[in-house]
T-cell receptor, first 113, second 116 residues
Framework: AQSVSQHNHHVILSEAASLELGCNYS??????LFWYVQYPGQHLQLLLK??????LVKGIKGFEAEFIKSKFSFNLRKPSVQWSDTAEYFC???????????FGTGTRLLVSP | GAGVSQSPSNKVTEKGKDVELRCDPI?????LYWYRQSLGQGLEFLIY????????KSGLPSDRFSAERTGGSVSTLTIQRTQQEDSAVYLC??????????????FGPGTRLTVT
C-alpha cells in the first residue's frame, strides 16, 4: 500500500530564510502529487499539484515543488519565507485511478518575524 | 462560488451515542471523499463516492461507520455507538470527477467530533 513520509515534523525559520520540506512516497507507478497547506484556524487548501509534464511545478505564494521520479520524492521549496507562511503543510499522493489521497503526517512550520 | 460545507462544525457526544455528520460538496462535483484527521494518525482516507455509489470504502475503520450519498450531492457519515477513539476532525472533499482525468480535491472546514 502507498505510504507517504514527511521527515520534518516541526520546522522553525526566521523570515527571509529558505525553506525545503521533504516528501517521499513508497509505491511506484503513475502518481499525482499534491501539497496542501492548513493555516491556523482554516481548512486545507491546495498549494500546488503535479499531474504530468514539467517536474518542476509552481504554486501559489511563491512555493514550488520538484518531482523526482527516481527518488520517489516531491519536495516543497520557497526561497524566502514570510511570517504569514506559518502553517501546517501536508504532502499527498494519489495513485492514478485509485482516487483517494494518501497523506503524510504533516510538517508544522513556524516563521518568526 | 460556494465551497464544500460541512455541518455541524463541532459536535460533542457521549460515548455510545450515534452521530451524523453532513457534507455539501461543490455543486456539480461528482466525486466526494471523507477523511479523518486525528492526533497520532494524521489524515486518513475513509470512503469515496462517485455519484451515489461508493466504489472504495476501504478506509472505514469498523462496521460502526457508514456513509451514504443521495442525489449525487449531499453525503452523510454516520458513526454508531461512538467510542472515545472516534474523536477527530472529519473532513469532506469533492472533485469534479473521480474517473478518468486528474483533478484536485477541494476540502471543507471539517466537523470536530469529541466523544466524552
Amino acid at each position: 500500500a502507498q505510504s507517504v513520509s514527511q521527515h520534518n515534523h516541526h520546522v522553525i525559520l526566521s523570515e527571509a530564510a529558505s525553506l525545503e520540506l521533504g516528501c517521499n512516497y513508497s509505491y511506484g507507478g503513475t502518481v499525482n502529487l499534491f501539497w496542501y497547506v492548513q493555516y491556523p484556524g482554516q481548512h486545507l487548501q491546495l498549494l500546488l499539484k503535479y499531474f504530468s509534464g514539467d517536474p518542476l511545478v509552481k504554486g501559489i505564494k511563491g512555493f514550488e515543488a520538484e518531482f523526482i521520479k527516481s527518488k520517489f520524492s516531491f519536495n516543497l521549496r520557497k526561497p524566502s519565507v514570510q511570517w504569514s507562511d506559518t502553517a501546517e503543510y501536508f504532502c499527498a499522493v494519489e495513485n492514478t485511478g485509485f482516487q483517494k489521497l494518501v497523506f503524510g503526517t504533516g510538517t508544522r512550520l513556524l516563521v518568526s518575524p | 462560488g460556494a465551497g464544500v460545507s460541512q455541518s455541524p462544525s463541532n459536535k460533542v457526544t457521549e460515548k455510545g451515542k450515534d452521530v451524523e455528520l453532513r457534507c455539501d460538496p461543490i455543486s456539480g462535483h461528482t466525486a466526494l471523499y471523507w477523511y479523518r484527521q486525528s492526533l497520532g494518525q494524521g489524515l486518513e482516507f475513509l470512503i469515496y463516492f462517485q455519484g451515489n455509489s461508493a466504489p472504495d470504502k476501504s478506509g472505514l475503520p469498523s462496521d460502526r461507520f457508514s456513509a451514504e450519498r443521495t442525489g449525487g450531492s449531499v453525503s452523510t457519515l454516520t458513526i454508531q455507538r461512538t467510542q472515545q477513539e472516534d474523536s477527530a476532525v472529519y473532513l469532506c472533499a469533492s472533485s469534479p470527477t473521480g474517473g478518468a482525468g486528474s483533478y484536485e480535491q477541494y476540502f471543507g472546514p471539517g466537523t470536530r467530533l469529541t466523544v466524552t
